[in-house]
């Protein structure tokens, strides 16, 4: 496995504000360019056997997932096509297609996690008006 080395001052990695970028990744400051290599050779062993596993948690919210019902879908167009015309099928199955059968969130529905954790600030508090119970009619 690898481990991401992010250069990018003031950039916010992908889904780093939903997924712990630090536990993942190593992230060198661009003025840091020249030394990235003694950066990376201080990290302990321990250390990047620890980010491996946490890539090998986190890869699939990276990868959009949806794209194996894409490809059936044109895969079955293409049959119906070459059968219509008298032909054999030559559909070719699309690389990487064996990982798009997973189960776990993928980029899509960590898009989905990240914009329902905004939607508390897209809105104006809610203030409710002040009355007094007293004075309420049913």
């Known amino acids: 496995g690898c481990v991401p080395v992010i250069i990018m001052d003031g950039v916010q990695a992908v889904w780093e504000s939903?997924?712990?970028?630090?536990?993942y990744s190593i992230r060198v400051a661009e003025k840091d360019l020249d030394k990235v290599i003694d950066i990376v050779s201080a990290i302990p062993e321990a250390t990047w056997q620890a980010m491996r596993a946490n890539v090998a948690r986190v890869w699939?919210?990276?990868?959009?997932g949806g794209l194996k019902a894409i490809?059936?879908?044109?895969?079955?167009?293409?049959?119906?096509?070459?059968t219509a015309q008298g032909g054999a099928s030559v559909a070719k199955q699309a690389a990487g297609r064996q990982f798009a059968t997973t189960t776990t969130d993928d980029a899509f529905s960590t898009l989905m996690q990240w914009l329902y954790a905004r939607i508390p600030h897209t809105r104006?508090?809610?203030?409710?008006?002040?009355?007094?119970p007293t004075t309420w009619t049913w």
Do not use: G, S
């Not at 104006?124 to 007094?132: D, I, Q, R, S, Y």
């Open 124 to 132: 104006k508090p809610v203030e409710l008006p002040k009355t007094n």
């Open 60 to 64: 699939q919210r990276f990868r959009w």
């Open 18 to 23: 939903l997924l712990r970028a630090e536990h």
């Open 71 to 82: 490809e059936d879908q044109r895969a079955l167009h293409w049959d119906e096509h070459m």
